[in-house]
């Protein structure tokens, strides 16, 4: 099965950038859909991201449209989160996720998804 890595995250500063990677082996990521969460402690695992397997459409939680893009590179087996203006709220463990299984569907639910990766930090102090 495929294997998803992320990379990326770290410390950064209110109103600053950061851009996760996550890369896939194992599998071409071609015939996933692929998604980004989120989980800050003591929350549950919260929705921030995806896209269907070509790249044409995306999907995003409210509280990051505008300031997050989702994006693939399908030759490249890696799925990026662009994170821009940074807010300490989005201070978390940022998983990326895929599933084989939808076509069309962009699902936003944690359970949609079949294959983790183990998560890369993002602290925004406040």
């Known amino acids: 099965q495929v294997q998803l890595v992320e990379s990326g995250g770290g410390l950064a500063q209110v109103g600053g950038s950061l851009r996760l990677s996550c890369a896939a082996s194992?599998?071409?990521?071609?015939?996933?859909?692929m998604g980004w969460f989120r989980q800050a402690p003591g929350k549950g695992r919260e929705f921030v991201a995806a896209?269907?397997?070509?790249?044409?459409?995306?999907r995003y939680a409210d509280s990051v449209k505008g300031r997050f893009t989702i994006s693939r590179d399908n030759a490249k087996n890696t799925v990026y989160l662009q994170i821009n203006s940074l807010k300490p709220e989005d201070t978390a463990a940022y998983y990326c996720?895929?599933?084989?299984?939808?076509?069309?569907?962009?699902?936003?639910?944690?359970?949609?998804?079949?294959?983790w990766g183990q998560g890369t930090q993002v602290t925004v102090p406040s």
């Open positions: 996720a895929a599933d084989t299984y939808w076509t069309t569907y962009i699902p936003s639910q944690p359970d949609d998804y079949g294959h």
């Open positions: 194992g599998r071409p990521i071609s015939t996933y859909v």
């Open positions: 896209i269907n397997r070509s790249g044409t459409n995306t």
